[in-house]
């Protein structure tokens, strides 16, 4: 696998600490290339005669580099298809970059009108406030659709209730590599948007209806997380399950919230799963609200 690095210092632009970003460039076959970086949310790439499509653009700030990251590899084309694989800011806020360049951006149909009128509840912090212009999608997909392109069969797949309501994963059929958006935080508890329309079940099947269509050797670029395999979806999908499960047996048992919590039900997936944003705490906290639909309180 060639790997490369595009380094460089951040600090002259707006909004970001001076921290360096790395964007590493790997090559997976196909003129697919998967853009990870040191920040949230990768990025895929496919590069060929008929342009350069791009998978996710990441946060503004970012932008230039995935660009940068892109030239290396395209013979300094500008990018001309861009795919959102859902609503979040670490996954679109690059947008107006590449749409000032002359990108056409394209996503899921529920996320144009999600962007122009944001859920304000949103605890992410990465819902942007409400947008227009160039950060807006202008093809509004139904998910189904199969493009063909730089000698790929690009299928787009939709997932209604998972990780947000408007979730597409792509898988490059010939090049067996698909981006998997943030229907995989691989090796962490995920982040499910309860807010955006997420559920946990909706979250597993998607998982399950990726693990379908992919085999053993299929590359996957996990929307957070190292490039990452069948398997560890497999992982995820027997975590979540399981975890769903306890926390769904405590609350039939009549347990608050809080009791729910000091039970200490995943205390075994911690050391593995637990990280910076979906801490075990948060983890119970979304299967809570999710078991029961309401906002836990503790007592
Ligand atoms: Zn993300
Ligand atoms: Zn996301």
Known sequence: MLSFTVLAAAATLAQE???????????????????????????????????????????????????????????????????????????????????????????????????????????TGATPDPLSGDYLPVINLSGGETLTLNGQTVRLHHEPDAHTAGDIWVHFVEADVIHAGDLLFSGWFPYIDLDNGGTVNGYIAAMQSIVDEAGPETQVIAGHGPMSTEADLEASIAMLTEARARVASLVQEGHSYSEVLAAEPLADFHDEWNWQFITTERMIWTLYRDVTGEIPQED
């Open 17 to 123: 600490p001076a921290q360096e970003v790395y964007v590493e460039t790997q090559d997976l076959g196909g003129g697919v290339y998967g853009l990870i970086t040191n920040r949230a949310g990768n990025v895929g790439i496919s590069v060929g005669e008929d342009g350069v499509f791009m998978i996710d653009t990441q946060f503004a700030p970012i932008a230039p580099f995935l660009d940068r990251a892109q030239r290396a590899v395209s013979g300094d084309q500008p990018v001309e298809l861009v795919l959102n694989t859902h609503l979040h800011g670490d996954h679109m806020m690059g947008n107006a970059w590449f749409a000032e360049r002359g990108a056409t951006i394209m996503a899921h149909e529920s996320v144009r009108p999600a962007l122009i009128n944001p859920v304000t509840a949103n605890l």
